[in-house]
């Protein structure tokens, strides 16, 4: 038998080497996310691993054999140590790790956001290329990768910024995963890249404005005011700069004002975008003291000229000429006023060709501020050469307004009596301006001879009792149509169509078919004066047909009548509104049916223009005024009948009316009328012999 024999090994005194590894998912904090294995690994050199043991959170060591899994939410700790063949033994050795519960499932996808960068022009285009930047977030599982396409393309990662040079219209779409696997839906962004535009190579143009008092050698007074004005049509003004008398350049953001008094000289110059700079400009001006304060107003005259009668008043016409001077600041403006109105610019002489007293009042203002005292001129002028053919006013007497002066209403001249002469019909501006003016005719008729110098005080006296130019309401005359709505309201519609109230309180029939009548059931009139404006607002070239109607009786349930809108017709008298030269013959200004007006003797005035109305009815004389004219006279005698003739028509004898109403005519689809300011007031007559309101 054959063997070895060997020296034996040295004894074995050195413990094994052990190590831990946690492994798990961790979150954000460095906590395991459901759980956490514990691996332990052993090693010895000498006799070789025995045993390896652990503890997990303080309890007994126990064998280890493979990686412990723990899973309880916590804080944990696991101790470990390993023992040799030859019974040495480790130090004990610690993990420690926390265990957290595992988040809910991630079933949102990512956010993901677009945004395109890049220079534009006017139009909203990139200029050369566009860089598209794509953003995404995720809050739960965290976003796993981003992913975009171009104009269609297959889609492909996203890693930076995606920049676009190929001139055209583009699209990027794009979307993002998360790490649950959630995909967002794709979105898009649109854009279009364009040529850039050539190099600017071309500097600002820049102008310079001096402003100021200047005096007459063209000097400014105190100081003067440099404004720079600076403009690039390539890629637009950076900046603007100036330099005054030699000092270095200064950014220019507002006109520089320079008060020292000399001789100054301003450089400019103005850079755009792209860094060209224009040559510099030069604006040079003097400064000086300025003069002393100018505290006095102009001095202002006037001149009156035209040809004068024996009492002093104008023929025809009267000029007046201004003439200013101020020896200061020099004359800024003259203004005058003519019978009270407002002040207007004076720039040539004034003439002034209506009849009656006026004046003119006239002021100056300087260049400093300073406004002469007020003067005035006053003047007479009285009718000169061949007058208007007048419709004779056969009233007995001479009337002012609502008063009767008991004047005889003498013939002037032609056809024109005292009547036609004094214009009580047309506005005034006061009454004290118609009293002046009446004061002056009366004058020139007693020199004519027409009145005695008693009369002439009869008809001031007359006048200064009269309403003519007085406030509404102040001037007798009662509004029953005025700019309220409450007026309107008292007014009640027959027959077809209607009138629609307008904003400024004026009426205007309706284009629609049928005829009707707008009338006043709250008062019947004896002898009056009734006053309204009217005005033509037929569509196209058309001319409106209208009318108004009074002394007509009551129309609700009349007797005779199924129709209240031709009770007005029939027993009543139309005062007509028609200014078109075909048609119907009977023009404004007409009683229709009983008495024609040509367009010649009303006169017509354009389309769209008030026109002033006045009737007047006196027993059974009626008046009718157009804008301040007597147009027409009509005695409602017995026997006439209506032409052409209708056998369903009474004639006078169904007019013979001592009272009445009033009322607006609405005539079919074509005429379109307006009425506002309708106003009456009562006539008492003072006829010599007669009672009152029956035989003028």
Known sequence: VSFTVVEPAPADTTPPTVTAAVTGEKDAAGAYVGGATVTLTAADSGSGVDRVEYSLDGQPYAGYTAPVAVNQPGQHTVSYRATDKAGNTSSPQQVSFTVVEPAPADTTPPTVTAAVTGQRDAAGAYLGSATVT?????????????????????????????????????????????????????????????????????????????????????????????????????????????????????????????NQVGAHTVSYRATDKAGNTSSPQQVSFTVVDPPAPDTTPPTVTAALTGQLDDAGAYLGSATVTLTAADSGSGVDRVEYALDGQPYARYTAPVTVDRAGAHTLSYRATDKAGNTSGTASVSFTVVASGPQPECVKDTRPTVWLGTVDSGVPNRVVEGDCTVNNVIEDEKSWASHGEFVSYVTAVAEHLHHLGVITHKEHGKLVSAAGRSGVGKAAGKDGYQPILDSSAASFGRWQQVGAGGFTRNADGSITSRAVPGLGMLWYPAAAYGDFSLKLQWRDDAPGDGRANSGVFVRFPDVRNHPAESRPEWVAIRYGHELQILDRPDGDRYKSGSVYGFDQVDLAGAGVTPKGTWNDYEIRVVGQHYSVFRNGVLINEYVNAPGAVFDPPRADDPGT???????????????????????????????????????????C
Not at 658 to 666: A, F, S
Request: proline share 7%; hydrophobic share 30%.
């Open 653 to 695: 004898a169904g007019r013979q009316h001592t009272t009445g109403h009033v009322g607006l005519q609405n005539h079919g689809t074509g005429d379109v009328v307006s009425f506002r300011n309708v106003r009456i007031a009562p006539l008492t007559a003072c006829c010599p012999g007669g009672a009152a309101n029956t035989c």
């Open 134 to 258: 794509v953003s995404a977030s995720d809050t739960g599982s965290g976003v796993a990768k981003v992913e975009y396409a171009l104009d269609g393309a297959a889609y492909g990662t996203y890693s930076a910024p995606v920049t676009v040079n190929q001139p055209g219209q583009h699209t990027v779409s794009y979307r993002a995963t998360d790490k649950a696997g959630n995909t967002s839906s794709p979105q898009q962004v649109a854009f279009t890249v364009v040529e850039p535009t050539p190099a600017d190579t071309t500097p600002p143009t820049v102008t310079a404005a001096v402003t100021g008092q200047k005096d007459t050698d063209g000097n400014y007074l105190g100081a003067g005011t440099v404004t720079l004005t600076a403009g690039d049509s390539g890629s637009g003004v950076d900046r603007v700069e100036y330099s005054l008398d030699g000092q270095p350049y200064a950014a220019y953001s507002a006109p520089v004002t320079v």
